[in-house]
């Protein structure tokens, strides 16, 4: 009788194994033909010089990771995406954070709110681009229009190399604020009724609610929304590009944009290719720095 159950558990495992293989196969398979190749192919490519086009592709080994750290414009372009990163994770965390908690607490009578404020991040990226290009025109644009209606003169906000990276970080934020929003709403959703009025009869005011009971428990969210915004951040490419192409000058010159106008302006994809290699390498290391150091934080706490 036990050889019996034994071989029996054997046998569902053995179907459990096979099902799972199957389901498996088809998702392995899609990463790696999207994923594992492109990366490892791109890797490939950074060792050789080649314009695109000819089908001959000249070997340079380690020639284009040597040009890669040695360049001002890849490392100017590295601290925008750094200052676009810490920046929008202030501003998109915490006006997110704002929003959502005002929406927990009016209800169903803030559902006009949530779909208005959540309309931005439905716009495409490249209308958004678009959009505020024409909006924010030095001659033409709704700022340049106020001010010369008031008597005074043109602004020029993205053809400014001071003001450009701040003005193009502002949209960025103006769009994605929605998402975190949106996610920081649903974490309320998670938080048991109760403790909010067991809070109450203790007598907790709704600041005290917030800071020691709703905080701690939205943390988990928290970081996760900290991680994709810093991520994000670090391979933004479309609305900047659309903008200002990355300048004026480098002054809004991203990773993403350098890599696209090496690659297939300049057609030096050997070299483009290294500077996504540089990207790759540089997003994942901040990226596990960060789950590191949050997930640390919050075992301490």
Do not use: H
Request: a positive charge; aromatic letters at 14%; zero cysteines.
């Amino acid at each position: 009788m036990p050889n019996n159950v034994t071989s029996l558990k054997q046998v569902r495992q053995r179907s459990v194994n096979i099902s799972a293989a199957v389901f498996l196969v088809p998702a392995i398979l899609v990463l790696i033909v999207f994923i594992a190749y492109p990366i490892i192919d791109s890797f490939a490519l950074s060792t050789v010089k080649w314009n695109g086009i000819s089908p001959n592709k000249v070997f340079v080994g380690l020639e284009n990771w040597t040009e890669l750290v040695k360049d001002n414009f890849f490392w100017q372009a590295f601290r925008n995406n750094v200052i676009v990163m810490f920046v929008s994770l202030l501003t998109q965390g915490v006006l997110a954070m704002v929003l959502a908690t005002f929406l927990d607490i009016t209800g169903k009578k803030g559902l006009v709110f949530k779909i208005v404020w959540f309309l931005p991040y439905l716009i495409s990226s490249v209308a958004i681009g678009i959009l505020f290009k024409f909006a924010l025109d030095a001659n033409f644009g709704i700022f340049a229009s106020t001010a010369k209606l008031f008597g005074g003169g043109s602004v020029d906000l993205l053809g400014n190399p001071q003001k450009a990276l701040v003005t193009v970080i502002g949209v960025i934020s103006w769009q994605y604020t929605p998402f975190y929003m949106l996610l920081y709403l649903a974490a309320y959703g998670t938080i048991p009724v109760e403790l909010y009025e067991a809070a109450s009869i203790d007598g907790a005011t709704r600041g005290q609610y917030f800071w020691k009971v709703s905080l701690p428990l939205l943390r988990p969210t928290i970081i996760s929304g900290a991680t994709v915004s810093i991520i994000g951040s670090l391979k933004y490419f479309d609305l900047v590009y659309v903008m200002t192409g990355g300048g004026p000058g480098s002054s809004t010159e991203l990773m993403a944009t350098l890599m696209y106008k090496t690659s297939f302006v300049k057609q030096n994809f050997g070299y483009g290719a290294a500077v996504a290699g540089g990207m790759f390498i540089l997003i994942t290391l901040i990226a596990l720095l960060t789950v590191y150091t949050l997930n640390r934080k919050a075992e301490e706490l």
